[in-house]
């Protein structure tokens, strides 16, 4: 599927409300995780998504993945896309992690990815681009500064062991966004995501099983934050992700993170009442400048 086939307003507006979607993820985990544990919290939300996927694939005659192999990639392209993600992500909150800087650490991952995509998809970034990457990173570590006390070497309301889980949530999205691209490129749109969504439920549910009590406090906060979780984020967010994938280099459509811890802080201040200082506006500037220089210098 290239751009040509689509027409120009939905090209514009797919970025924007994915950006909106993919960023409401943080601020989910921050409603559930007090209801059950990330592992138990994330296969039953897994679960939730194949029940509606699968029928829909049937009903819809769409097609499903073509040959072993195929279904082979995007398994592994599952357990890195949705389970290291979202397995580090919501361990990170469930630890202390602010939902707004977890955002903006994940952010981290268009320079990892511009910088992975030369050697392993032969992508060139032009200077332009490089400069927007820069200037987001800059824009994260402002927001992220004024987290940390350098004194101690620690940080405010949380530990290293929330820091890494974050930083496994990054080389998760990462690579799997990378090895998607190289492997994955035949996969049916709907059909790919349901065996994705299998890849990620073998990750949730041996770190249930191994490592969680499974048991889960059901209340009406609960039950929304999954259905929101369900519907919006693992459909429709992630078909969004895939067609965006799919119709733009790799290093371009991971610029769009960039966008999202800016969202997020919004929300998490909003919501949660978390710190939002002015070095962190002016990183948050910078992280939009960023993202508009990465995607207007893309090569064609």
Known sequence: ???????????????????????TGFIGAKFGLPYAEPFTFLALRVLATIAILVPMVLMMRMKWPQGAGLWGHIAVSGCLVHGAYLGGVFYGIYLGMPAGLASLLVGLQPLVTAALAGPLLNERLSALQWLGL???????????????????????????????????????????TLYQKRYCTGMPLLGGTVVQYFGALIVFGLGSLLFESREITWS??????????????????????????????????????????PVTALEAWWLFDESLPLASLAGMALTVIGVALTAKGARR
């Open 220 to 261: 009406t906060t609960f039950i929304l934050t999954l259905a929101w979780l369900v519907l919006v984020l693992s459909i429709a967010a992630i078909v969004l992700l895939m067609l965006l994938i799919k119709s733009g280099e790799a290093s371009r459509v991971a610029s769009l993170f960039y966008l999202v811890p």
């Open 1 to 23: 599927m290239t751009q040509e086939h689509h027409p120009p307003f939905l090209l514009g507006a797919m970025p924007i409300l994915f950006v909106l979607l993919w960023s």
């Open 134 to 176: 820069a200037l987001g990173l800059l824009g994260v570590a402002l927001v992220l500064g004024g987290k940390m006390d350098l004194t101690a070497l620690s940080f405010h309301d949380f530990g290293w062991p929330a820091l890494t889980c974050i930083m496994l949530a990054l080389a998760g999205i990462t690579l799997g």
